[in-house]
Every structure is written in structure tokens, then in C-alpha cells.
């Protein structure tokens, strides 16, 4: 699919080199906007070359090294913008670059708290503010943040940071709103990707137990919603936080009890206790 509004616009999308920021990268291409794809390599990455893209249609995806934390390389970014776009306005920036900590609260080390937290939240921050004074009416900001922001996720750095993306969006979309310029964020759930690669298996079967469309996603899930909300399709649309997760933030758990109690093997004794429950939550 293609979205309106974005044919020939510049567009920057960070952490690129693959998952879903690659896939962001490529379908915002195949929209025909000009996208700036930056992440921590030196090299450009195996599938923004030509004979690897999923549409060679599009305009090429540009690529350069970029690490969010660094505030230096954000403002000598939007010098070289500014530059190519002659008093043109940025059409979009992906705040999509994170990492991951899966550590508990008692676990976390002062440094990885710092670093999680360096690149998921101040990254996005040094992002709009060195590429929103680009920007202009119709321009678009989109944070990526997680299901862990929606919910009490084991993972304490990582899921502060997120529940700080959520703030962050919020400030900037109010800040940014009278200029035109709408910020918003998407909440992915379990998605395949190296990121996903390293979780434990039990992780894994849980995300499952707990999602009501059953299965994990696809990075190109996430992409589509995320050009999307970059297009003119979503010209009224500011301040939105919307899931990808199959169902699963907003069953908040109860998709297992629904299921332990419907599981014929529930054992007599304990369906009574969750059908009591379940009438307390009505
Ligand atoms: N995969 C999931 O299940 C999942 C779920 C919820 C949220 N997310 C979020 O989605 C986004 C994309 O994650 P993904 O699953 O594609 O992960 P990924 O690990 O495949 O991709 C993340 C990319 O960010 C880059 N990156 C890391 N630190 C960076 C830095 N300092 N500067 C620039 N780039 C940097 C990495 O090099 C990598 O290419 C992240 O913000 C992540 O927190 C992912």
C-alpha cells in the first residue's frame, strides 16, 4: 500500500538498519518520500541496496551513520538537511532506534539504566529538537514505544524509558500542534526481530498465552501503521498513541484467565476462585 502526501518528501527514520525501522524505511520509499535512514553502522546496510529492496519502484532510501545519543551528529544532520531541502519543510522524522535491557528492577546497573535510557528517550528528544525547527505544516514526528509502555513490563530501564517516550510525545505534540505539526505514537507488541531474537523462550510462550490474535508480528505490521500516521491519511490525527500487539495491552491479562476458566482442564477447585473474580471486575 501507498500513502498520500509523502511523494518526493524528506523524510528521516532512525535505527534503520533493519527490523522495523527498515521496514519503515523502505514502505515510506515505496510512498515515494525521500527517506534519510540513519542507524550506529558505517556501511550501508544489505537491504537498502537496489537489488534487495522490496520495490525498486521507489526512490532510493539514503543512508548515514547516526548514533541518537549524540547531539553533535543531530545538529550536523540538520545542517546537511537543511541545506538539501532549500526552505522546503521535513516532511517526517521516526524516532524508531531502541534497545533493549531485560534486567529486573533489583538487577539493573547504574550504567545500563543510563545507556537504555540515553538511547530510548533522550535520543528522541535530541531528534525533535534538532530536526523540528525543519519542520513546518503537515510535517509529522512519530516515537516508537512498546507495549512495555503500556503495561508493568518486567524489564525496569527499558519499560521507564518507554513510559518517558509516552511524556516525551505528549509535551511535543502540545508544544509542536500550533505549527502544524503532528506527534504521535505507536506502541508495538511482540514483533520478529534481532531484538526479539535473544528473548527467553518462556517470554515468548507468555506473549502468546496473552495475545488475543494468538501470534507474534511482523515488522511490516508496524511499518504500515507508521507510514500512515507520516501521511496525509492521518492529516487530524495528533497526540494518538495507538497499539500493534494483537490485542494484546489492551486485554491486560485477561485473555488468560478467560482461557484458564473456558480450559476444561482447570482444575474444579480453582474455577470457582476465577469465576468470582471475573464477576468482581464486572
Ligand atoms: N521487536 C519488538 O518486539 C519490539 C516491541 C516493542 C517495541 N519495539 C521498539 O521498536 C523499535 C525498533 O526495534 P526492533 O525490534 O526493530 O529492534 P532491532 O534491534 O532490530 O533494531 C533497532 C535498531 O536500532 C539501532 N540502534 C540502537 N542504538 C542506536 C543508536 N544509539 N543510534 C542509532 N541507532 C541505534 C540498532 O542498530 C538497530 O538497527 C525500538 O524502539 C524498540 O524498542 C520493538
Known amino acids: 500500500m501507498t500513502y498520500p502526501g509523502l511523494a518526493g518528501r524528506m523524510v528521516v527514520v532512525t535505527g534503520a538498519a533493519g527490523g522495523q525501522g527498515a521496514a519503515e524505511a523502505l514502505l515510506l520509499a515505496a510512498s515515494g518520500a ?20 522490496s520495490d525498486p519502484s521507489g526512490p532510493p532510501v539514503s543512508y548515514r551513520r547516526l548514533d541518537v ?47 537504555v535510557l540515553a538511547v530510548n528517550l533522550t535520543g528522541p528528544m535530541l531528534g525533535m529538537q534538532a530536526l523540528a525547527p525543519l519542520m513546518g505544516p503537515g510535517s509529522s514526528i512519530l516515537n516508537i514505544g512498546s507495549s512495555a509502555a503500556l503495561t508493568a513490563h518486567y524489564t525496569a530501564a527499558y519499560t521507564a524509558s518507554k513510559w518517558g517516550l509516552r511524556g516525551l ?17 505507536l506502541h508495538p507488541g511482540f514483533i520478529e526481530t534481532e531484538m526479539t531474537r535473544g528473548a527467553p523462550p518462556a517470554m515468548r510462550e507468555a506473549q502468546l498465552t496473552l495475545t488475543p490474535l494468538e501470534r507474534l508480528g511482523r515488522v511490516e505490521e508496524v511499518a504500515e501503521l ?12 495528533a497526540g494518538a498513541e495507538i497499539p500493534v500487539d494483537g490485542g494484546f495491552a489492551s486485554a491486560g491479562g485477561s485473555k488468560y484467565m478467560s482461557d484458564s476458566i473456558r480450559d476444561a482442564s482447570t482444575s474444579a477447585a480453582l474455577r470457582p476462585t476465577l469465576v468470582a473474580m471475573l464477576h468482581k471486575l464486572d
Do not use: M
Request: charged share 25%; glycine share 6%; net charge negative.
Open 34 to 53: 525521500r527517506v534519510v535512514a540513519v542507524d550506529l553502522q558505517a556501511q550501508v546496510p544489505e537491504v537498502f541496496a537496489a537489488g534487495d529492496r
Open 226 to 237: 507508521a507510514a500512515f500516521l507520516c501521511s496525509d491519511a492521518a492529516a487530524y490525527i
Open 169 to 185: 510525545t505528549q509535551v511535543a505534540a502540545t508544544e509542536y500542534g500550533p505549527r502544524g505539526i503532528r506527534v504521535n505514537a
Open 69 to 115: 545519543t549524540d547531539e553533535d551528529a543531530w545538529q550536523r544532520l540538520a545542517r546537511d538537511l537543511a541545506a538539501e531541502l532549500q526552505g522546503n519543510p521535513l516532511r517526517a522524522l521516526v524516532n524508531n532506534a531502541g534497545i533493549t535491557h531485560r534486567a529486573r528492577l533489583g538487577e539493573t546497573r547504574r550504567d545500563d539504566w543510563d545507556r
